[in-house]
């Protein structure tokens, strides 16, 4: 069964680093999406893409995150300069529509800011 | 108001009980409504779409009340295998692909 994959499964770094989460969306898929997951607390939405542009964005996602698709298949996340509270689990998403159609979820990337 | 409000838990049962877990929107634009599941430390994952006449997967029977802004999920003959959180969720977004998940309700099934 297609799934979504996510590298790296664990990043660690210093406040003020730029880092950029991987992730290989479904190959079919049109949408994809980035949330986020502070520990203990709910899935938040960050951004949506669709046809190479952000169809949308949430508060969250302000001028320190970036998204691309550098190629045909990956879908990049980038934190500009990381700060402390930016330490989360970040799960790509893929679908192959938008509305009703499912979202898939990949297994996530746990960031810790130090 | 919160966006997607649910009663955080834990509902614990004993294996073979019948549980149900509710949830309420704030935005009565909303088009599309899901049940997902998530394991401890990962992703969420599909259990079932929630359709406005209601609809059922096996032991797992989604509702949906629009005028009350009300989402139910029913688990019957619960296994041990069924612990998890449950989130409910809700496509807000302008563009049909924005979800909005609630805190989830812990469900732990016992022996």
């Known amino acids: 069964e297609p799934e979504v994959t996510q590298t790296p499964s664990h990043q660690v770094t210093q406040m003020g680093q730029e880092v950029i989460l991987r992730c290989v969306p479904i190959?079919?898929?049109?949408?994809f999406y980035w949330y986020r997951q502070i520990l203990g607390q709910k899935v938040e939405f960050l951004v949506s893409?669709?046809?190479?542009?952000?169809?949308?964005k949430s508060e969250i996602f302000d001028d320190q995150f970036s998204v691309e698709r550098p190629d045909g298949s990956n879908f990049t996340l980038k934190i500009r300069s990381t700060k402390l509270e930016d330490s989360a689990m970040y799960f790509c998403a893929s679908s192959e529509g938008a509305g009703w159609e499912t979202q898939y979820f990949g297994p996530g990337t746990r960031l810790l800011v130090l | 108001r919160k966006e997607v409000e649910q009663d955080p838990g834990p509902f614990n049962v004993p294996e073979g009980a019948t549980v149900a877990f509710n949830c309420t929107y704030s935005?009565?634009?909303?088009?599309?409504f899901f049940w997902y599941r998530q394991d401890c430390r990962k992703e969420p994952k599909l259990l079932m779409s929630?359709?406005?006449s209601g609809n059922e997967d096996g032991r797992f029977t989604a509702q949906l009340n629009r005028a009350s802004q009300y989402i139910s999920l029913l688990i019957r003959d619960s296994k041990l295998s069924d612990s998890a959180t449950y989130l409910c969720?809700?496509?807000?977004?302008?563009?049909?692909?924005?979800?909005?998940f609630g805190g989830g309700t812990r469900l732990m099934v016992k022996p």
């Open positions: 935005n009565s634009a909303s088009q599309s």
């Open positions: 190959s079919n898929h049109l949408y």
């Open positions: 969720v809700v496509n807000m977004g302008n563009a049909g692909n924005m979800l909005t």
């Open positions: 893409f669709y046809n190479n542009e952000i169809s949308e």
């Open positions: 929630v359709y406005s």
